[in-house]
C-alpha cells in the first residue's frame, strides 16, 4: 500500500525518525509532531515531502490544535503511529519525585489517548487503518528504579488490547511494538544513570544488560521500522490486539 496516510509522533529522532523515513521510502503520506524544533527542521531536510509539526504531546490543548490539523494535511488517516513517550528519572519508588512520575504518566500514557481519540474518526474512515502503540520491554516485566516508565508502558498494554476489541468493528488494526534497548542516545542516557545509581561504571552496566539477552546487541531502530511497516500493510490484515516483543530475546528488564 503506497498511498496510506501516516501520522507519527515523536517522529523527528530515534525509532519515530526511522519510522518516518520507512513509510516515506515506501511512498507514504507522512505528518510527524514532535516537540524539538530543530529536530523537525533537519528531518524536513531530510525528507522534504514530510510534513512537520510542533507539538508538545503532554499538552492536550496543544494536542487538540495540531492533531487535527496534521490530519487535515494529509487528507484522512490510515495509519497513526504513538511513539512519544519519556523515560522518566532512575530511582527507587520511594524517592521517586511524585513530580516527575505526574509527567510521565501525562505523556506516555495521557499523550498517547488524547492523540488516539482525535485520529479514531479519522481512521475509521480509512478502508485500511492501523494504530500502533509504542510500549516496551518494560511493559513485559517488571523494571527496578523506573516505576513510572514501566507501570506506564504496562497500562499502554492495556489500552492496546481494549482499543483492538473497540474499534475491530470498523476494521481497525491495533497493537503494540515492545523495544528492548534501542542503540541511541536515549539507552546511554539509561546506563550512565544506572551507573550513577551504583557506583559502576557505565561498562559494567551494559555488559549487565547484555547478559540478559540472547542476541547481544541492542535493537537497530530500522529493525522496528520493518515491523511497523509489516504490521500496518495488507500482509498484516489479520494482526490485531498482539503484543509484539522486538528485543533481541530479553529474559527480563534490566
Not at 96 to 121: E, S
Request: hydrophobic share 45%; with cysteine; charged share 20%.
Amino acid at each position: 500500500m503506497g498511498s496510506q496516510r501516516v501520522l507519527i509522533t515523536a517522529g523527528a529522532s530515534g525509532i519515530g525518525r526511522a519510522m518516518a523515513h520507512a513509510f516515506a521510502q515506501n511512498g507514504a503520506s507522512v505528518a510527524v509532531i514532535d516537540i524539538d524544533e530543530a529536530a523537525l527542521k533537519m528531518l524536513a531536510a531530510e525528507l522534504p515531502g514530510v510534513e512537520t509539526f510542533k507539538c508538545d504531546v503532554s499538552s492536550r490543548v496543544e494536542i487538540e490544535q495540531v492533531v487535527p490539523q496534521a490530519i487535515g494535511v494529509l487528507g484522512g488517516l490510515d495509519v497513526l503511529v504513538n511513539n512519544a513517550g519519556i523515560s522518566g528519572p532512575t530511582a527507587p519508588v520511594e524517592s521517586f519525585d511524585p513530580d516527575a512520575w505526574d509527567k510521565v504518566m501525562q505523556i506516555n500514557l495521557g499523550g498517547t489517548f488524547n492523540v488516539t481519540r482525535l485520529a479514531i474518526p479519522h481512521l475509521k474512515q480509512s478502508g485500511a487503518a492501523s494504530i500502533i502503540v509504542m510500549s516496551s520491554v518494560a511493559g513485559r516485566f517488571g523494571y527496578p528504579n523506573r516505576s513510572a516508565y514501566s507501570t506506564s508502558k504496562w497500562g499502554l498494554i492495556g489500552f492496546t488490547k481494549t482499543l483492538s476489541r473497540e474499534l475491530g468493528e470498523w476494521g481497525i488494526r491495533v497493537n503494540a511494538i515492545l523495544p528492548g534497548a534501542v542503540a541511541g542516545q536515549r539507552i546511554e542516557n539509561v546506563l550512565a544513570g544506572r551507573a550513577k545509581l551504583s557506583g559502576r561504571p557505565v561498562e559494567d552496566e551494559r555488559r549487565e544488560a547484555m547478559s540478559l539477552q540472547s542476541l547481544q546487541r541492542f535493537v537497530d531502530p530500522n529493525d522496528i521500522a520493518a515491523l511497523a511497516l509489516f504490521i500496518t500493510s495488507d500482509a498484516g490484515k489479520s494482526i490485531s490486539g498482539q503484543l509484539l516483543p522486538i528485543d533481541n530475546d530479553m529474559q527480563q528488564a534490566s
